[in-house]
């Protein structure tokens, strides 16, 4: 890598910091390339991506961002799995562990907060974005549909007493 490709790495790096809600810190050992190609396949389908960089280069991009605290765990072999939506990569990130020991979490950050693994795993296990949304909705329609049926009940209660006095009289 030249001196150009570091600093168009670097700018890359550090516009990913810029714009990303979470950071997650990983570290494979020795993943084999389906392997990785899946792992970048999940997380772009979540709309998250996975990164291995150099660590030399990850710590300058991270100086000046509000990432800067994850620079302690940027030793060894790494990867950053980053994302818009605060659990998306987090989410991925946990999944793929469970079904690969040579895929570790080591950490990570939520803007300013510094996750352990626990503490990624923590936010792995909470509701997406998505999910909240549609929980949100349906609160919302779930007092409009009880409002619609006991408006309903009445006249329901009265047809049925009626039709009860019509087949009495019939018979």
Same mark, same amino acid.
């Given at each position: 890598?030249?001196?150009?490709?570091?600093?168009?790495?670097?700018?890359?790096?550090?516009?990913?910091?810029?714009? =990303?809600?979470? &950071?997650?810190?990983?570290?494979?050992?020795?993943?084999?390339?389906? @392997?990785?190609? $899946?792992?970048?396949?999940?997380?772009?389908?979540?709309?998250?991506?996975?990164? &291995?960089?150099?660590?030399? +280069? %990850?710590?300058?991009? =991270?100086?000046?961002?509000?990432? %800067?605290?994850?620079? $302690?765990?940027? !030793?060894?072999? !790494?990867?950053?799995?980053?994302? !818009?939506?605060?659990?998306?990569?987090?989410? &991925?990130?946990?999944?793929?562990?469970? !079904?690969? $020991?040579?895929?570790?979490? =080591?950490?990570?950050?939520?803007?300013?907060?510094?996750?352990?693994?626990?503490? =990624?795993?923590?936010?792995?296990?909470?509701?997406? +974005?998505?999910? +909240?949304?549609?929980?949100?909705?349906?609160?919302? @329609?779930?007092?409009?549909?009880?409002?619609?049926?006991?408006?309903?009940?009445?006249?329901?209660? +009265?047809?049925?007493?009626?039709?009860?006095?019509?087949?009495?009289?019939?018979?």
């Amino acid at each position: 890598m030249d001196r150009a490709q570091k600093a168009e790495a670097v700018a890359e790096l550090k516009q990913t910091f810029n714009e =990303v809600n979470v &950071v997650v810190i990983t570290r494979n050992l020795g993943l084999t390339v389906a @392997q990785s190609t $899946d792992l970048r396949t999940r997380m772009r389908e979540a709309g998250a991506s996975f990164k &291995v960089a150099k660590n030399t +280069l %990850a710590l300058i991009a =991270v100086e000046g961002t509000r990432y %800067a605290p994850i620079s $302690d765990m940027l !030793t060894g072999p !790494t990867a950053l799995a980053s994302s !818009t939506d605060p659990i998306a990569a987090a989410k &991925v990130a946990v999944d793929f562990a469970k !079904t690969n $020991d040579r895929f570790e979490i =080591v950490g990570g950050a939520m803007g300013e907060t510094l996750l352990d693994a626990n503490g =990624v795993k923590a936010l792995a296990a909470l509701p997406s +974005l998505d999910e +909240l949304r549609a929980r949100i909705v349906g609160l919302v @329609q779930a007092p409009a549909t009880k409002l619609a049926q006991l408006a309903n009940a009445p006249a329901a209660k +009265l047809a049925r007493v009626f039709g009860a006095y019509a087949a009495k009289d019939a018979a």
